[in-house]
């Protein structure tokens, strides 16, 4: 079992430094090969109970070792299924030579690491070089845009680390252990709690910089939207790179409950970052700056399951983690796509695509259907386990508020499709390959849709009682509520003057960290209260 932990983090950077070196084809198809053996062991993991598997001789606390738990392994799942999909997707682009497949399969060995490591350290450690690498991906095309959107990206996720490595160090002198148990058993030996305040105001602040919340996304649409990066790095990143700071807050609030318990302030965050983040994606007309402020509105969702008052929300918050990953990775390559043959970023522009390729239209249509939380589609599952009765009514509506918001914004796709083409389009055929990874991110959200109680009873080992009649007599609301919202975006809101100020509204480098350091002090406070 040790072997096969230390093959997920291992075999991805073997194969791309494999690749780099002999630089033959045939290990682009062998690194197809091993990115499906770690689908299957990632499956495989669902059947096993929680395991600790020891990388040293010593034990714990001062050991090192991996863990393998229901919520690691979702993790390990979502990205195995990403990497796989997307390097499917992209295995005959030009940019996919052998120094792009190497930082490529080399930022998936370092993404599994995190999700296996059980020591903060470790974390940290592995995080930091993958930053670096996401970085170097960032620039890739070496433009002075994606220059400076990855040197942003680098800084800000830089400040971030640091805080975090500041957390630790404060955590380790209370404590004296790293490991998450060992932690957890400390922290609830300490009378004063006061003394934990400080490591986890730290900590909190470096992984929601990592996630993203309000109102420290502002690096992230500098990154996910940059205009030279490949549509697959772009769909790495919200797909599952900036997860790991959900991952970690996930673990950091389990050490630290119930001596601290920040579930409302994350409640209250997960509700003005996903109000925040659709209100921005309205506003843009960029197709790729649309998806990257929904990665923020759809964190903010995640945050609302998170700091749910039942333990459905939790789960909920996790289902949407995973669906959330593979419908904005086929969001982003479907945009690719479209930038490419349209020759233009902006979404309005782009019209006729049924008449230029059904099958593309069919898979945006899916796509849309996920993330606006259709019933039968992965969505509509995680957003019925967030919102599982729920009694609060201002929750209720503020949730109500959130899904319309993500409806309107993506009438825009609706008539990217729709609109008759105004003049002649050269649209190149897709790729028989590129089809290949976008039919199985498709298969995804429709499955993780349909069969999503036997999916989260496989996972979770929670069993939910809601058949397919009950998604079925949910489809007439869908699609009245987003006839509502339709009627809204084209009366209201399509030309309002209001979107071009909010369009402007973007923090500089300075701005950024003012609020960071403002959202640090806010934590600090709340916690001493």
Not at 196 to 223: E, R
Not at 381 to 394: A, Q, T
């Amino acid at each position: 079992m040790t072997l096969l932990l230390y093959y997920l983090v291992l075999a991805p950077i073997t194969v791309g430094l494999t690749q780099y070196i002999f630089n033959r084809p045939f290990f682009k198809y062998m690194g197809l090969l091993f990115q499906f053996s770690f689908i299957v062991i990632a499956i495989y993991f669902f059947s096993i109970p929680n395991q600790l598997f020891p990388l040293v001789g010593t034990p714990l606390p001062t050991g090192m070792i991996l863990k393998v738990d229901a919520t690691s392994n979702l993790f390990l799942f979502l990205s195995s299924v990403l990497f796989f999909s997307l390097t499917l997707f992209s295995n005959q682009k030009k940019y996919m030579n052998k120094l792009f497949l190497f930082l490529f399969m080399s930022l998936q060995g370092l993404i599994n690491g995190v999700f296996l490591s059980y020591d903060l350290f470790n974390a940290y450690v592995l995080i930091e070089v993958a930053t670096i690498t996401v970085s170097i991906l960032i620039m890739y095309k070496k433009d002075k845009q994606s220059m400076y959107d990855g040197m942003i990206y680098l800084t800000i996720n830089m400040i971030a680390m640091a805080f975090f490595l500041f957390g630790i160090a404060v955590l380790y002198k209370t404590t004296g252990v790293l490991d998450f148990g060992s932690l957890r058993s400390a922290i609830q030996n300490i009378e004063d709690t006061k003394r934990l305040n400080l490591s986890f105001a730290l900590l909190f602040t470096g992984v929601s910089i990592k996630a993203a919340v309000l109102p420290l996304f502002s690096w992230l649409p500098k990154a996910h939207g940059t205009a030279s990066a490949p549509s697959i790095v772009s769909a790495v990143l919200s797909g599952v790179f900036v997860k790991i700071g959900i991952y970690l807050l996930i673990r950091i609030q389990w050490m630290y409950m119930p001596m601290i318990d920040i579930q409302p302030l994350v409640l209250a965050i997960g509700y003005l970052t996903a109000i925040a983040g659709f209100i921005f994606a309205i506003s843009h007309s960029d197709i790729k700056l649309i998806l990257a402020y929904h990665t923020v509105s759809q964190i903010g969702l995640i945050l609302i399951g998170i700091g749910g008052s039942m333990e459905i929300h939790h789960f909920g918050a996790l289902y949407h983690v995973l669906s959330h990953g593979i419908f904005k990775s086929l969001l982003f390559i479907i945009a690719g796509v479209l930038i490419y043959r349209y020759g233009t970023r902006k979404i309005t522009d782009m019209k006729g695509l049924w008449q230029l390729s059904k099958p593309l239209s069919i898979l945006l249509v899916i796509a849309v259907f996920s993330i606006t939380g259709a019933p039968f589609f992965s969505g509509g599952f995680s957003k019925y386990l967030i919102g599982y009765r729920l009694d609060d009514p201002l929750q209720k509506g503020l949730l109500m508020l959130i899904n319309w918001g993500t409806m309107i914004s993506f009438i825009k796709f609706f008539y990217v499709i729709i609109k008759p083409l105004e003049h002649s389009v050269d649209f190149f055929s897709v790729r028989k390959s590129e089809f290949t990874g976008m039919w199985l991110l498709a298969a995804f959200c429709i499955g993780l849709g349909t069969f999503g109680p036997l999916v989260l009873d496989h996972i979770f080992h929670v069993q939910l009682d809601y058949s397919f009649v009950d998604q079925l007599t949910k489809l007439p609301a869908y699609l009245i509520n987003y006839l509502g919202c339709y009627l809204v975006y084209v009366y209201i809101i399509k030309d309002n003057f209001l979107l071009k100020y909010i369009r402007r509204l973007e923090l500089s480098f300075n701005s950024i960290n003012l609020a960071i350091v403002t959202f640090f002090i806010f934590s600090l406070v709340y916690l001493n209260q």
